[in-house]
């Protein structure tokens, strides 16, 4: 598994095709869901962030990031 700073995270932001989004300090790779096109969900959220505290605002939890595969782990989750 790769590690990613937030730096090359956000690198990841859909713009070339690749959508990840971190949280808990897990990697995953959202590039293939239709509820993340573009690089937005819900209009509010993008990838290439971590979504470790909107999430605890959000109508679900992280488990439904478990849907999706695990790319590396974020090395600086504060």
Request: charged content about 25%; some cysteine.
């Amino acid at each position: 598994m790769r590690t990613f700073t937030r730096k090359e995270l956000a690198r990841y932001d859909g713009s070339g095709g690749i959508a990840y989004v971190a949280c808990e300090g897990k990697i995953y790779d959202v590039s293939q869901s239709f509820l993340w096109q573009k690089g937005k969900h819900q209009v509010i959220h993008r990838t290439g962030a971590d979504l470790t505290e909107v999430l605890k605002g959000a109508p679900h939890g992280s488990e439904l990031l478990e849907r999706f595969p695990i790319v590396g782990s974020l090395v600086d989750p504060d």
